[in-house]
């Protein structure tokens, strides 16, 4: 006999919020993908694109963790119009040492929301200037929005602006954040004038064209790109990584398929052997940061499955010590 734990979005959200046990919780996970001998297979992704739909499998086996998470993560992107949320899913919980189920967390995407928005805040913590106070947001969903909040966790944000395809949802994605936050939040119409002296830039859209072209930048800014999870989506334009002083990854071998490096692999921009530097390298010291306050850094995060791994083991660990979910002997 064993027990399993199954817990609700409600339980999940209970016990899991993005704070900086979060972000730490994160920040561990790429330590430990440029530190330890992770198991992480390629992504596995279903297409399904008359109804502008994917399904992405994640998973990872981090050695010191006694579990890892399966995780099944759809995104339709049409959701909205039918009053949907565009990104849902759930993630398994299985014991590394008998790979017997121990919780099934069924999170609608929430666990996901949270740790991609940890991982900005990661990137910006390790990337962004010190002083970074304002910020460009590309995006009006619920990722948008987190990626404010997790920003505000580790830089003296002050000042944000929202960009979006669609005005209406711009202008609402800043009124909730001028509520929430405490700070002054408006939607801009124009790409180039959002980022226009922003010090830290965050793209969240499943855009297939560049939202972000290198003649909207200038000294001192970091872009996190978030939105590039697919070989077909593209927020940054080729020539910006090539100007970038620093391009950092969270896994190289997903943004050279994946990812905004891709893109500039394929137009000539970025070379396709080049050596990558990886986020969690930046974290362990074992390649430099931000080197001037000056240089112009990027981010191309993808995903990865250590960050599925880490957050459902928090949630799972939070959830038994309050005696959260529902217990179930198999």
């Not at 014991?95 to 910006?124: F, K, M, P, W």
């Not at 990337?127 to 106070?133: E, G, I, K, P, Y």
């Not at 929430?180 to 010090?199: N, P, Q, S, T, Y």
């Not at 500039?264 to 940061?289: K, N, Y």
Request: charged residues 20%; aromatic residues 4%.
């Amino acid at each position: 006999m064993s027990r399993m734990t199954i817990l609700t979005e409600a339980d999940l959200r209970a016990v899991v919020s993005l704070d900086l046990d979060a972000v730490a919780c994160v920040e561990n996970a790429f330590r430990a993908l440029a530190t330890l001998p992770v198991a992480m297979p390629p992504i596995l992704r279903l297409d399904i694109p008359e109804h502008r739909g994917e399904v992405d499998v994640k998973t990872a086996y981090v050695p010191g963790i006694d579990c890892l998470a399966i995780k099944i993560s759809p995104g339709f992107f049409d959701n909205p119009k039918l009053g949907l949320p565009s990104v849902n899913g759930m993630m398994v919980l299985l014991s590394a040492h008998t790979g017997l189920v121990e919780a099934l967390l069924l999170d609608n995407g929430y666990l996901t929301d949270i740790r991609t928005a940890a991982a900005g805040a990661v990137a910006a913590k390790h990337l962004a200037r010190s002083d970074s106070s304002i910020a460009a947001i590309f995006g009006a969903g619920v990722q948008a929005c987190l990626q404010l909040e997790g920003l505000m966790l580790v830089r003296p944000i002050r000042e944000a602006r929202i960009w979006a395809r669609d005005a209406v949802r711009a202008e609402a994605a800043a009124s909730v954040l001028r509520d929430r936050l405490g700070i002054m939040v408006r939607a801009e119409a124009d790409a180039a004038k959002a980022v226009a002296g922003a010090d830290i830039i965050v793209t969240t859209t499943p855009a297939i064209k560049p939202l972000i072209e290198a003649g909207f930048l200038s000294a001192g800014q970091h872009i996190t790109a978030m939105g590039s999870d697919a070989e077909h989506k593209n927020e940054i334009a080729p020539a910006v990584l090539a100007m970038a002083d620093l391009y950092v990854a969270d896994r190289a071998s997903q943004t050279r398929v994946l990812g905004e490096l891709h893109h500039a692999i394929a137009a000539g921009a970025m070379s396709a052997d080049g050596a990558v530097t990886e986020l969690g390298h930046v974290i362990t010291g074992q390649t430099f940061g931000r080197r001037a306050a000056s240089d112009i850094t990027l981010a191309d995060l993808t995903g990865t499955g250590v960050q599925d791994t880490a957050i459902a083991t928090l949630a799972r660990d939070r959830a038994l010590t309050v005696g959260a979910g529902t217990q179930f002997e198999t």
